[in-house]
C-alpha cells in the first residue's frame, strides 16, 4: 500500500481505472460466454472489442482464455488484435516521447 501511495495522484487514478476496466471486461466475457450457453441476448461483439478498447484488452484476453470464449472466431479475433496492436504502439509513443 506504501508503493502505491507513493506514487503521483494521476498514476494512482490511472492504475485504480485499468484494474477496474480490466475485471469489468473479465465479467462481461464470461457473462456473454454464459448467455451463449442459455440462448439468451447476447452482449453485443462491439460492446466487447469497446471494453478491450478503452483499456480492458488484459481482462478480455484472460477471460477469452479463461471462458474459452471467442477464441475460434476469427473476425472477432482480427479486430481485437488490431486494438492490442493500436494500444501497444501508444504506450511505446508515449515512453518514447516522455523518456
Known amino acids: 500500500m506504501k508503493w502505491f501511495l507513493s506514487l503521483n495522484i494521476l498514476t494512482q487514478i490511472l492504475l485504480i481505472y485499468f484494474i477496474i476496466i480490466n475485471i469489468i471486461a473479465f465479467f462481461f466475457f464470461g457473462l456473454d460466454k454464459l448467455k451463449s450457453q442459455l440462448n439468451k441476448q447476447r452482449i ?22 479463461f471462458f474459452r470464449h471467442k477464441t475460434q472466431k476469427t473476425s472477432f479475433q482480427i479486430v481485437f488484435v488490431l486494438i492490442l496492436l493500436i494500444q501497444i504502439t501508444s504506450i511505446v509513443l508515449i515512453l518514447n516521447k516522455y523518456n
Open 44 to 65: 453485443s461483439e462491439k460492446n466487447l472489442w469497446l471494453l478491450a478498447l478503452i483499456g480492458g484488452s488484459a481482462g478480455s484476453l484472460l477471460a477469452m482464455n
